[in-house]
């Protein structure tokens, strides 16, 4: 797909960046499935990211275990819950992208998850060792643009820091996220926690055009996609679509490495069929 | 840090108490959050809100609070002279409605109509929902699942008082798993809901905001003290579990530098054991719910689960302002055990007829350690934060009765 699988592999913002050219090039939407890290199945992990690609996803957002996430649902919380109690930590979920590094040098990776336990690792650690094993952003939810001296060491080991908008964003607020952004903007569908179900896809459609008229970087969209149906809706005017709770939902449960990629190609292919017909029908309708 | 020369310039505008504070939350919450800034910024210096805020607090309060000397109690201790700050006269039976009556008053005057809370030992909880019968708005509390088993009698009080309480069973189902769930009902129903958070913690303006409506504590025992003993105090001393109380006793003596500050947090079965919840004592700084301050967690930054004897001090954080006081030295936080505030409670009730609070008795256990340290001409004043009737099953199935 980029250069980089015959030179030097691109890391950090570049690496977002390419796909994201690739997937404009295409015509195409991006397609970012969130796993919880270390659920269900810690030693799949790295073969769970692998058959999310192979299925469709472009890039992956990896959910950093946190026992307190106040931005989630119920579905993630117990992911995370389940996550913490076999002992994952930022240092296991770097080892994994270690890992797949080592097959996969153009599938960009973005680590979501809360400051604490970025802080107690210490963050200029965090973020050089996040960078030397291959993750490209970093997304925390609870460090908004006003307390972002906090995250200054990501940015200065090259890594993306991805931006939440909301609906609830102010104009003057949403142009400062905007002129900040670097790798792609995650805007939150609705105000409301991750996995619920509330969106109107109006509404959603007049935020996410606004915030592309205002923005350079990609703007992917979060919080109430949940199949192929919703996911297409969305992805005719977002630049990717984040799909989490219901993903992390299926997996929940796999019993072995076979069964967890099988679900997870088994939820990811039609989402990646429905996305890619909508592109086709949009260029069609484009051309005619 | 530097030495500080007024501390009453603190928050700065954005919530920050040097290091920590500040407002660390999800996108979705900034603008409800700079919402309820501005409006708190108007109505603090709005004199018809003070005048109202005033004449609850007196005819609804039932404030001024006295400042009762605890004779027998001192004598007993044979050093200084132990002064408790009677919160626990006031409606409801403790400081906590200081900062609801606030608050409900700020939620009436931006129109919300619905008001939720979390709650740990219910006081809390109980204080929000007799605001909301008193001024006819709807309230949901949130609860942990084994606070609720614990408290019983305060989640009925909840109940009659017509609140709605929503068991959490999320985490470890205690206070800090209801503050996750109440932000998340306020994410999803911010246009129509107030959050009344109970304590000095959360994001910015709350720990100011929590504060300010408390501060009436110190500021009227400052000026009993003034006027009923010719001097202020020698040292204060509250419990610290998000430390609401305790900031409302310190802050008007913050600039007071010859008056000594004391917290007392709950050491539970002992530091060393590691089942505490002294986040000062034995925490280190990270964020939690919206702000930067000491927590207890573990080395991959997992909150850990605290321990009390006392649920209203089972918590993993503190208000960023006791950091903040913490570091700069001005005041200094000690742990208080299960076992010494339970012999606390025993002596207070036995000597001075007051069955305290078992939050409230860990200032008590405190405030005799430092009393026996000090001539008999010292003041110690203490704060009685609540009291302890919502405490006696506990107190009797630790004992080995059922009531």
Redesign the interface.
Known sequence: MSDSQAGQPETGCKRIDARFAALREAGRTGLIPFITAGDPLPEAQVALMHALVAAGADLIELGVPFSDPMADGPVIQQASERAIARGIGLDEVLAWVRDFRRQDAVTPIVLMGYLNPVEIHGTARFAREAAAAGVDGVLLVDCPIEESASAAPLRDAGLARILLTAPTTPDARLARICEAATGFLYHVSFAGITGADRISHDDVRARVEAIKARTRVPVAVGFGVRDAASAAKIGAFADAVVIGSALVGQLAGAGDEMTLCQRARDFIAPVRAALDEACASKRDAMNA | MGKIGDFSAFPDA?GHFGPYG???????????L?ELTAAYDRLRVDPDFIAEFERDLAHYVGRPSPIYHAERLSREVGGAQILLKREDLNHTGAHKINNTIGQALVARAMGKRRIIAETGAGQHGVATATVCARFGLDCVVYMGAVDIERQKINVYRMQLLGAEVVPVT??SKTL??AL?EA??DW??N??DTFYIIGTVAGPHPYPRMVRDFNAVVGREARAQMLAQYGRLPDVITACVGGGSNAIGLFHAFLNDAEVRIVGAEAAGEGLASGRHAASLAAG???????NRTY?L?D?????TETHSVSAGLDYPGVGPEHAFLKDSGRARYVGVTDEEALAAFHRLARSEGILAALESSHAVAQAMKLAAELPRDALVLCNLSGRGDKDVHTIAAREGLSL
Do not use: W
């Open positions: 954005h500040g407002s660390f939350v999800a996108e979705t919450l900034v603008a409800p700079a999320s985490g800090k798993d996750n932000m998340r994410v999803t911010v246009a280190r700084p990270g964020v939690l719910h919206g927590v967690c080395d991959d930054g997992q909150i």
